[in-house]
């Protein structure tokens, strides 16, 4: 697998040297269902440990225990090998609405560049596509399936590298709990909505997991 893609907008920063070459390899830890159990059962303790009558701990408490049985029906659908598919490079890592600033109608400014990172290109795509259009508890996959059409007609991607992309992304959010760790372990209640409103939508996508990748994949 390559490195970089011709006309990528991070690309001529690392060609100048503003940020650091390209490595020749790129690999993506996939978690076992195994961490993630451990995970769960950590998490499990510490929401029951906050005490009785605490109306988040009490859903965190469900959601797990349906996280569980999720888990232990789709472990076989993880994804395979550490080398995800397609082109890769640098990317903002969070390329969403709420980080680009807009003045009369043309964008003025990137925000939050925290995540910069060296990603595969789909998976960039991948991840603003689902916060863009998972909302709700759902997904809008005609709005998923424009977007990535749209993305392809200036950067080339081939539906493989998206397909990868999209079954890696739902595996993450399968066995991440950040908005959790977060909770428990900083003290920070700033995403608890977050991860309520993101338990819905992986469940929605679980259960509708080849009509998503659909909506990556056939867009043309």
């Known amino acids: 697998m390559a490195p970089g893609l011709s006309g990528h907008p991070l690309g001529h920063a690392a060609e100048t040297g503003s940020l650091s070459a390209v490595p020749p390899t790129l690999t993506a830890y996939v978690v076992t269902p195994e961490q993630t159990s451990e995970k769960t059962d ?84 991948v991840r603003t596509a689902q916060v863009q259009f998972g909302v709700e508890g759902v997904f809008d996959l005609e709005r998923v399936a424009a977007f990535v059409s749209g993305y392809r007609s200036m950067v080339p991607l081939e539906p493989d590298a998206l397909l990868d992309a999209a079954r890696r992304l739902w595996w993450k959010r399968m066995t991440d709990f950040w908005q959790l760790e977060f909770h428990y372990d900083r003290g920070d209640h700033s995403c608890d909505d977050l991860f309520i409103a993101d338990e819905a939508l992986l469940h929605w996508w679980t259960e509708r997991l080849d009509e998503v990748e659909r909506a990556f994949g056939d867009a043309l």
């Open 42 to 125: 950590r998490l499990a303790v510490a929401a029951r440990a906050d005490g009785p009558g605490d109306a988040f701990d009490a859903a965190v408490l469900v959601a797990l225990a349906k996280r569980r049985v999720l888990l232990a029906e789709y472990a076989a659908l993880r994804p395979e090998g550490d080398v995800p598919a397609g082109p890769y490079g640098w990317t903002h890592g969070d390329f969403q609405y709420r980080n680009l600033l807009w003045a009369e109608g043309e964008l003025t400014a990137v925000l939050d560049w925290d995540r910069l990172g060296v990603r595969p290109y789909a998976e960039e795509v």
